[in-house]
């Protein structure tokens, strides 16, 4: 789906923008025009991103590669790609996905292409038609708007594996299983794949807030300093909770081992208490009541009732001894 708005001083936000009139709306210089391509297969977007002048190695990287962030400056315009991370819905344990937003930024028009629904990106197009204020000051205030969404969505993500960290270190503890572990490495994963988007999504951020570019006046670079931030903190916040899970797998792995180490104990104490008794019935052979032993003085009642009483002390002089040696 193509979809565009364009902005005009002093006048309504117009809806009804079709590719058509593109090229004469990119002549109004007072004008900003904000063109979305959503889930828009490459052979109908490639002949309207042509209608912007982009450079067909920037359109090709739009249309058909996938990459990891990163701004390039072609002078007139900027190429932006983006990662955003969302929830997978219905999954047990829960996952995300990561998907790739690209934006081309020039002086009075902002295009983005993504494959699927961003509803970040959806909220500013939805405000931007209430909200003047998203278009009165330049393209490179409303792509500050668009990155800005884009980041602060990590949050809600944020908070998900803050409370699954919650929830799985109280597991640990009372019932620890096969899902708590699943859980644990999930979380490690979504980590793992956070941070390899936001290490090279600030560093893009702060070539923004620092760089010279025809397309972002000097005054608007504060506000991308701004999402540098906010990116760093994310950052810093990732470090900390993937410390919290990696204590938690630490913590479930310790527990599991004591545990077996219980059982453990518990096994060689039974085994150790009736040890004796194998050894008393295989040296006497129990053979209290053969016809015509060769010793008869092993078949008389004392004797029977003398290694019936030795079997039955000698575990109970084994668990004191052992409970003495404060080995259970």
Do not use: C
Request: no cysteine.
């Amino acid at each position: 789906m193509i979809q565009a708005l364009f902005f005009s001083p002093g006048k309504p936000v117009r809806t009804d923008v079709s590719p058509a009139e593109f090229h004469r709306l990119l002549r109004d210089k007072r004008g900003l025009l904000w063109v979305d391509f959503t889930s828009e297969p490459p052979e109908t977007s490639l002949p309207v991103l042509q209608m912007f002048g982009f450079h067909p190695l920037a359109i090709d990287d739009a249309l058909q590669e996938t990459h990891a962030p990163k701004i390039d400056d072609w002078s007139d315009y900027l190429y932006i790609v983006l990662n955003y991370m969302h929830l997978i819905k219905d999954s047990e344990p829960w996952d995300t996905e990561i998907d790739e937003l690209d934006i081309f930024l020039g002086r009075n028009y902002v295009v983005t292409h993504h494959d699927n629904p961003i509803p970040s990106l959806e909220a500013v197009w939805d405000s931007s038609q209430r909200d003047p204020r998203y278009s009165k000051d330049g393209a490179d205030h409303l792509l500050y708007k668009i990155m800005d969404a884009v980041v602060m969505d990590y949050m809600p993500i944020i908070e998900k594996i803050d409370d699954e960290i919650d929830l799985i270190e109280d597991q640990v503890f009372d019932n620890p299983g096969s899902e708590t572990l699943a859980r644990l490495f999930t979380l490690k994963r979504v980590l793992l794949a956070m941070r390899r988007i936001l290490l090279p999504q600030r560093e893009a951020l702060n070539k923004m807030a620092r760089d010279e570019y025809q397309v972002i006046d000097r005054k608007d670079r504060v506000f991308f300093r701004d999402i540098y931030d906010h990116l760093v903190r994310l950052h810093d916040i990732n470090e900390s909770l993937r410390d919290l899970v990696g204590g938690a797998l630490d913590t479930y792995l310790s527990v599991v081992n004591n545990r077996m180490n219980e059982v453990m104990k518990t096994l060689t104490v039974i085994t150790t208490l009736f040890m004796p008794l194998t050894f008393v019935t295989g040296f006497f052979g129990m053979n209290f009541f053969a016809a015509d032993p060769p010793q008869g003085s092993w078949t008389l009642p004392i004797v029977f009732y003398a290694t019936l009483g030795l079997m039955l002390l000698t575990p109970v002089l084994m668990y004191f001894w052992m409970r003495r040696r404060t080995w259970v």
